[in-house]
């Protein structure tokens, strides 16, 4: 009797209990998310406000006074170097260089002259000096009342984009007067500062990326022309002028535009932000090692798109944590549930 109780009670314990052991071995192992760790290439860049210049930009302005007596050339335009754009009025000009050419023919003829009559001893050399002085003034005013000619002539002095014009035919102008603005945009400039503490990393030829608020969406790319010598003792700034081309012409000078400028690619190890399980002062993160969580500390650097760069004991490939970290301890048995999402991974 009593051993027949004690048979009952015994299968009744196991039929109890066995069943309920899985289930507690089970508790044991957490389930995780993972994704291996990435190596990715990074831009260590600064930005910056800047504002589009013309490689080359004139106001054309005369240099001798007279009366316009045609423009040649249409405004907004493209014009050629040396092509004609303003003709003053040459009368003027040119009754000058035919006096001046006159006289340089009759101080000609005397100095001949001279010349000869000195080698027959019939003049002194002094007054043959004389003659061949006079030769020579002439021989100047000639050149210069050319000049004077050809000052009337207002040419493009290189290619480039008329602006809009100041003057009219019949307009009498002075020296300095404004006449109409020529720029070179095939090319443009663009004029920026950046904190001092980046003189020791910029140097010509580095990328630039422009965005302009007038073109949404649309970015032009560009490389460092110059670095100014001397840094700006009131901003703490240094300025710097990169070189954009302009094929289309679409940009013009004095445009708005925001810069990035480019100063060095790196490779990092990068993490998903969510990988991270902060203590204190402290980042920590959680590999799976063996079948078993491992947390080690880690130092953090840029974040981009959702994932933060990592540095400490782990290399390209780990399975690191990414969900389920709050229920975790380090050392724990973990089984692991690997995540890929190609869309939330930083670009490479």
């Known amino acids: 009797m009593?051993?027949?109780?004690?048979?009952?009670?015994?299968?009744?314990?196991?039929?109890?209990?066995?069943?309920?052991?899985?289930?507690?071995?089970?508790?044991?192992?957490t389930r995780v998310e993972v994704l291996p760790v990435r190596q990715s290439e990074l831009i260590r860049d600064v930005a910056a406000v800047g504002t589009l210049v013309a490689r080359e930009s004139v106001?054309?302005?005369?240099?001798?006074?007279?009366?316009?007596?045609?423009?040649?050339?249409?405004?907004?335009?493209?014009?050629?170097?040396?092509?004609?754009?303003?003709?003053?009025?040459?009368?003027?000009?040119?009754?000058?260089?035919?006096?001046?050419?006159?006289?340089?023919n009759l101080a000609g003829s005397q100095h001949k002259r001279s010349s000869e009559l000195s080698r027959q001893g019939f003049i002194s050399q002094q007054a043959k000096d004389e003659s061949g002085s006079r030769l020579a003034v002439q021989q100047a005013e000639v050149q210069l009342a050319r000049v004077q000619?050809?000052?009337?002539?207002?040419?493009?002095?290189?290619?480039?984009?008329?602006?809009?014009?100041?003057?009219?035919?019949?307009?009498?102008?002075?020296?300095?007067?404004?006449?109409?603005?020529?720029?070179?945009?095939?090319t443009l400039n663009v004029d920026f500062r950046i904190p001092e503490q980046y003189l020791g990393a910029v140097?010509?030829?580095?990328?630039?990326?422009?965005?302009?608020?007038?073109?949404?969406?649309?970015?032009?790319?560009?490389?460092?022309?110059?670095?100014?010598?001397?840094?700006?003792?009131?901003?703490?700034?240094?300025?710097l002028r990169a070189q954009v081309p302009n094929e289309d012409g679409a940009l013009r000078p004095g445009l708005f535009s925001r810069v990035r400028l480019e100063l060095s690619r790196y490779q990092a190890l990068m993490v998903p932000e969510t990988a991270l399980a902060p203590s204190g002062q402290d980042q920590y993160i959680y590999i799976v090692k063996d079948g078993r969580a491992e947390r080690r500390q880690v130092q953090i650097g840029v974040r981009e798109q959702g994932w933060v760069q990592v540095t400490g004991d782990l290399k390209a490939g780990d399975n690191v944590l990414v969900a389920g970290l709050q229920k975790v301890r380090d050392g724990v048995p973990v089984d692991i549930q690997e995540v890929i999402d190609v869309q939330t991974q930083p670009q490479q």
Not at 59 to 86: C, H, N, T
Not at 161 to 186: A, F, I
């Open 59 to 104: 106001m054309l302005r005369p240099e001798v006074s007279g009366r316009i007596s045609a423009i040649s050339f249409e405004e907004g335009r493209p014009v050629k170097k040396g092509q004609l754009l303003i003709q003053l009025d040459p009368a003027m000009a040119q009754a000058q260089l035919n006096q001046a050419q006159a006289n340089l």
């Open 203 to 239: 140097r010509t030829g580095m990328p630039v990326e422009l965005r302009f608020d007038a073109f949404l969406g649309e970015t032009r790319k560009g490389t460092v022309l110059a670095v100014s010598p001397t840094v700006d003792a009131a901003g703490r700034s240094i300025l």
């Open 2 to 29: 009593i051993s027949t109780l004690r048979h009952t009670l015994l299968t009744l314990f196991i039929v109890l209990f066995a069943g309920s052991a899985p289930s507690w071995a089970q508790s044991d192992i």
């Open 149 to 186: 000619l050809d000052k009337t002539r207002i040419r493009a002095p290189f290619d480039g984009v008329t602006g809009l014009r100041n003057v009219s035919v019949g307009d009498y102008v002075g020296p300095g007067t404004d006449l109409v603005q020529l720029e070179d945009v095939s």
